[in-house]
């Protein structure tokens, strides 16, 4: 069993910044595919990035490239997710999850464990 705890939502202004992470239990976090999915009010949850266990894979959706950046710290059984130049379009509950499986995946049903969510709010 993994459990997820995602920390760092908040309010924050068009263009700034927020950082969220998650931190996981159990001792081989670092064989975990880690994503972070988002859900937006009124709409379905979508991918938003992953990483691969030692870090040297990442994808991410079109709309966060050169906006967000996933990272991990295996000795920590964190992942993070760096967002900037956040945009109210950005705003939506953010959820991290782990993919057992060690290939890394767009694809929500494919992800073994989920956190509970943050919610991140971009607004003036």
């Known amino acids: 069993q993994v459990q997820l705890v995602e920390s760092g939502g908040g309010l924050v202004q068009p263009g700034g910044s927020l950082r969220l992470s998650c931190a996981a239990s159990?001792?081989?976090?670092?064989?975990?595919?880690m994503g972070w999915f988002r859900q937006a009010p009124g709409k379905e949850r979508e991918f938003v990035a992953t990483?691969?266990?030692?870090?040297?894979?990442?994808l991410y959706t079109d709309s966060v490239k050169g906006r967000f950046t996933i990272s991990r710290d295996n000795a920590k059984n964190t992942v993070y997710l760096q967002m900037n130049s956040l945009r109210p379009e950005d705003t939506a509950v953010y959820y991290c999850a782990a993919r057992l499986t060690p290939i890394v995946s767009t694809n929500e049903r494919r992800y073994d464990y989920w956190g509970q969510g943050t919610q991140v709010t971009v607004s003036s």
């Open positions: 159990g001792r081989t976090f670092s064989s975990y595919v």
């Open positions: 990483i691969a266990p030692h870090g040297g894979d990442t």
